[in-house]
């Protein structure tokens, strides 16, 4: 085709002063550059075969223009915007899975900080001078944050569920209740990671009802484990009936087998003290005798994604042991995080400076004052925007607590040319990414996840999109 024959040739395109210009700037290399150069012609070449290029080129220095356009935006977001960049949660999800779960505590942020900045002790022994465990690092603080005897961390929940089972039930039968093979995000499924460690699943009970008989009847010669699921990420309600911990560990007790409690989200502050769900804490669930219990850092707890696993200290050490312990271990950062976020919690100040805590409990009144500074900004000075004040409902998120509305004060906002639609994707695009909710054909901001320093640049990305109408 005539048009295929204007394309300028890679070496003609790059003697253009935009390419010039992008080399001169030493933020990318001329491979990288003209790598990205050979992509742009090839697709405009399928363009135009496919008949889908929808501009009218006269001549090279059309396509040229065409070409170095491209190329200017794509530089542009590989240099000015990262794939994973820092955004605000306006949505009212306070463990948002979708961005990045919980914000870590400001002291946790220094720890990690400093222990990038520098070599550590990762696996080194001060006083002897010797090699060191990574799992002694934050081990005593779990030992004495839960009663545990032991404890280790590893990459997830999940991580924790599978090392669990292939270390101690492997080629056993492992019982759990119907009601309790839960499916959590990722179509992570209690059942599929069973299968790959190679522990036999015993279903007792129904969906709704599972009684302490069920247990008694599956027990064989081939049991290993009894596994407890706690249900973190759905409620079950109405004609219903699970067995309690104390009635399991006693029978796990009697039969000589491991009884071992997916504890899900996991967390060290009591929030049933304020009203708020029912989630029973680590240290409650540890003086139940239970051998093993495994939690997420990320949710609950308020710190960096790990699986944490704190029980009896001959189980325990029979994980670490196992060669998955080595495979599923974490890095300095998460250990960082961690340890900073444990301190938090051994000096009673998690309420306050845990970002996870301190946004559950979060009262009605804070949240209005920063819904009022925020109308009274928007009203003052921009036009084209409704604002509506009125209550609404928060979700702690992560499934943790899904029957838990937290009371909130939301702004719905809808323009006169708009689209709440249009509206939020404009949000996205900020420089500083602001993610709302959509609802009532309008987009609806919840404060009580945006923290007073990130309430500014709320009101300024809305003014700077108001003056763009």
């Not at 400076?353 to 409990?361: H, K, S, W």
Request: charged share 30%; with cysteine.
């Amino acid at each position: 085709m005539e048009r295929l024959r204007l394309i300028p040739s890679i070496d003609t395109l790059q003697k253009d002063e935009v390419f010039e210009a992008i080399l001169q700037e030493e933020t990318v290399s001329k491979a990288l550059l003209t790598k990205w150069l050979k992509a742009i012609v090839d697709d405009i070449r399928k363009q135009i075969l496919n008949g889908e290029f929808p501009f009218h080129v006269k001549n090279e220095r059309d396509f040229a223009l065409i070409i170095m356009n491209r190329l200017q935006k794509r530089y542009e977001t590989f240099t000015k915007r990262n794939n994973l960049q820092p955004v605000i949660n306006a949505a009212g999800v306070v463990i948002h899975t979708n961005l990045g779960r919980s914000r870590l505590s400001d002291r946790a942020i220094e720890h990690i900080t400093e222990t990038a900045k520098h070599y550590s002790t990762l696996e080194y022994e001060m006083t002897s001078g010797k090699r060191g465990s990574r799992h002694s690092i934050v081990e005593a603080y779990l030992v004495e944050m839960t009663g545990a005897e032991a404890a280790l961390v590893v990459n997830n929940n999940a991580a924790a569920v599978y090392l669990v089972l292939k270390a101690l039930a492997e080629d056993k039968e492992v019982i759990v209740s119907r009601g309790e093979l839960i499916e959590i995000g990722g179509s992570f499924r209690i059942s599929e990671i069973m299968r790959l460690s190679n522990a036999k699943l015993v279903e007792v009970g129904t969906t709704n009802k599972t009684k302490l008989g069920d247990y008694k009847t599956a027990i064989t010669e081939d049991t290993g484990m009894i596994l407890k699921v706690h249900k973190s990420n759905f409620a079950m309600i109405g004609f219903t009936e699970e067995v309690d911990t104390e009635a399991l560990v006693k029978l796990a007790k009697e039969h000589g087998l491991v009884v071992y409690e997916d504890l899900g989200s996991g967390t060290f502050y009591d929030f049933k003290k304020a009203n708020i769900g029912a989630e029973p804490t680590v240290q409650e669930q540890v003086k139940k005798g239970i051998d093993l219990i495994s939690f997420s850092g990320d949710k609950l707890l308020g710190g960096p994604q790990a699986g944490i696993i704190v029980g009896k200290k001959k189980y325990v050490d029979r994980l670490k042991k196992h060669q998955l312990a080595r495979v599923l271990r974490v890095d300095k950062f998460t250990l960082a995080g961690l340890e900073a976020t444990l301190k938090t919690y051994l000096a009673d100040r998690e309420s306050g400076e845990i970002p996870t805590v301190r946004d559950i409990l979060l009262s009605e009144e804070e949240i209005y004052e920063r819904a009022q500074t925020f109308l009274q900004a928007v009203e003052e000075k921009m036009e084209g925007f409704t604002c509506t004040l009125k209550k609404g409902v928060s979700k702690v998120g992560g499934g943790t607590m899904p029957e838990v509305d937290l009371p909130t004060y939301i702004v719905e906002v809808t323009h006169q040319t708009l689209t709440s639609e249009a509206l939020a994707k404009k949000l996205r695009e900020l420089a500083t990414p602001i993610i709302v909710r959509i609802k009532n054909d309008a987009v609806q901001l919840d404060f009580r996840t945006v923290t007073d320093g990130e309430l500014q640049v709320v009101i300024e990305g809305f003014l700077e999109i108001g003056k763009r109408q």
